[in-house]
């Protein structure tokens, strides 16, 4: 009875947290605010049954989807659009770290840019493989399916300039909040392959919208996962943030040589 009991009891935390970060997909693949914001609701419902810990923590991860869900997540390199998207995204990672650091004093979210140690051989060997496997797969994508258009034209300096500080500040961004906040937040409650599939379902849908459609989630999910694993084996915010930051400088140089063919004509499959 005990066994049972204790088995149902978390199969209803892992849907409660299954629906908070589910809500991701109607929120921002479908675009159906009510099916999300319902989601949201229920997987707090279902928590606050059977685990007030948990709720806690999935209170403060809705708020944060709820705060990214008030704006548009479409790539806007405007003076306005760069202001809504830092105000946002702000917001979306400070409400969970402040108020568990002041208000209940949990030292669960951290930033751990320093692990002590120097970079291993397979670090070394995982970063390659990224540069690699990106240098040669994202012009297909971007280029041949046409999603480099989800971007505004860059084909002045100016726009240049601003779309290179907006791939790498969500970027920057995605690596704080998924990572460090999210799936550190889901590592208290759940095995490490669980917290990690949840947070990239969130991940992948943030990421859908600002403009990785089409078949992108055949890159972003896998991509998803490998950061959550490799940050847990090295402990190393420094290392996920480089590696996330190399393949983004990619993306800007694919999508800038996109919309203007002789800038960053270097990459060998681009079908331009």
């Given at each position: 009875m005990r066994t049972a009991t204790?088995?149902?009891?978390?199969?209803?935390?892992?849907?409660?947290?299954?629906?908070?970060c589910g809500a991701a997909v109607p929120l921002y693949v479908l675009l159906q605010r009510p099916v999300g914001y319902g989601m949201l609701a229920a997987g707090l419902l279902v928590a606050f049954a059977v685990d007030?810990?948990?709720?806690?923590?999935?209170?403060?991860v809705t708020a944060s989807l709820v705060v990214i869900s008030t704006v548009s997540l479409k790539a806007d390199l405007s003076n306005a659009g760069i202001a809504r998207f830092t105000v946002v995204?702000?917001?979306?990672?400070?409400?969970?770290?402040?108020?568990?650091?002041?208000?209940f004093r949990e030292d669960v979210i951290r930033f751990p840019w320093r692990s002590g140690r120097p970079w291993s051989r397979f670090e070394y060997t995982y970063l390659l493989v990224v540069l690699v496997v990106g240098y040669l797969l994202l012009p297909v994508y971007f280029v041949g399916s046409g999603a480099?258009?989800?971007?505004?034209?860059?084909?002045?300096?100016?726009?240049?300039?601003?779309?290179?500080?907006?791939?790498?500040?969500?970027?920057?961004w995605d690596e704080l909040f998924f990572i460090c906040v999210l799936f550190a937040l889901l590592?208290?409650?759940?095995?490490?392959?669980?917290?990690?599939?949840?947070?990239?379902?969130?991940?992948?849908?943030f990421l859908w919208e600002l403009?990785?459609?089409?078949?992108?989630?055949?890159?972003?999910v896998p991509f998803a996962l490998l950061q959550g694993f490799i940050?847990?084996?090295?402990?190393?915010?420094?290392?996920?943030?480089?590696?996330?930051?190399?393949f983004d400088a990619l993306i800007f140089m694919i999508l800038v040589h996109a919309h203007t063919p002789r800038w960053f004509d270097v990459f060998l499959t681009s079908p331009l």
């Open positions: 204790s088995t149902t009891r978390g199969g209803l935390r892992l849907l409660a947290a299954g629906l908070v007030r810990y948990l709720l806690r923590h999935l209170a403060l995204l702000s917001l979306a990672l400070l409400i969970p770290w402040l108020t568990l650091r002041f208000a480099y258009r989800n971007w505004p034209p860059v084909t002045e300096p100016g726009m240049i300039a601003r779309l290179f500080v907006g791939v790498n500040g969500v970027g920057l590592r208290r409650h759940f095995p490490v392959w669980q917290a990690n599939v949840l947070q990239s379902v969130v991940f992948v849908s403009g990785y459609q089409i078949w992108a989630p055949f890159f972003t940050f847990q084996r090295t402990r190393s915010l420094t290392y996920v943030v480089t590696v996330h930051l190399s």
